[in-house]
């Protein structure tokens, strides 16, 4: 029975971990293009592993912003995981190892593809599966792209350095047609961003963007 399931799901699976092998590549180039050491990028991905917020604490540290304003960055990006991890806590199990490995595997992905699942069994098959796939993936992935880096110079000849705007923009679009209190905040924290950028270090703009959410909050009033 786990057999006949579990066939499906690796074939599903697979089209996510393709998309993942391909951002990884990405990043892996654009950290090493920019003039971080190869170690950077493949380190962070195994211990950090966050794409979107990998993405953007690099991108604050190549513009020429600090450590700290990188790592608030990164971490304000990632606060959504919380939410992720109470939706996916029966799935992970009551073991505090199986706990603290399946909670460094919530993504996006993985716990949108587990709960679209019909019953316990399989949402904890697709977690794991697609878990455990995407992670190996990814970081090959960013590997590949530190190593070949050097090689490949200006990433933005390939088109590279649009590849985290594009996921970024495929992630929230559909958020974006259909709430209009999120279109609102975007669209607020989008003009502080951009207001604030010629008169605030680099990193700054993306945390100023947060005050948005005051537009989110009036949302039963409006």
Known sequence: MRTFYRTPLVRDSALVWLA????????GAIAVAGGLPVWVPVVMSLVVYAGSAQFSAVGVLLAGGG??????????????????????????????????????????????????????????????????????????????????GSALGDTATYGLDAAFPAVLVALVLPTLRTDSAVRRSALLGAAIALSATPAVPAGVPVLLALAGLVAYGRRDSA
């Not at 993942?20 to 990043?27: C, E, H, P, Q, R």
């Not at 990164?74 to 706990?99: H, K, P, Q």
């Open 67 to 148: 450590p700290l304003a990188a790592a608030a960055t990164g971490l304000l990006l990632n606060t959504r995981t919380a939410a992720y991890s109470l939706a996916v806590a029966d799935i992970l199990g009551r073991r505090w190892t199986t706990r603290l490995v399946g909670a460094h595997l919530v993504t996006d992905e993985t716990v949108a593809f587990a709960l679209a699942q019909p019953d316990p069994a399989r949402r904890r098959a697709a977690f794991w599966i697609s878990g455990l796939g995407l992670f190996a993936v990814w970081n090959a992935g960013v590997l590949l792209g530190a190593l070949a």
């Open 20 to 27: 993942g092998g391909i951002v990884g590549v990405s990043f």
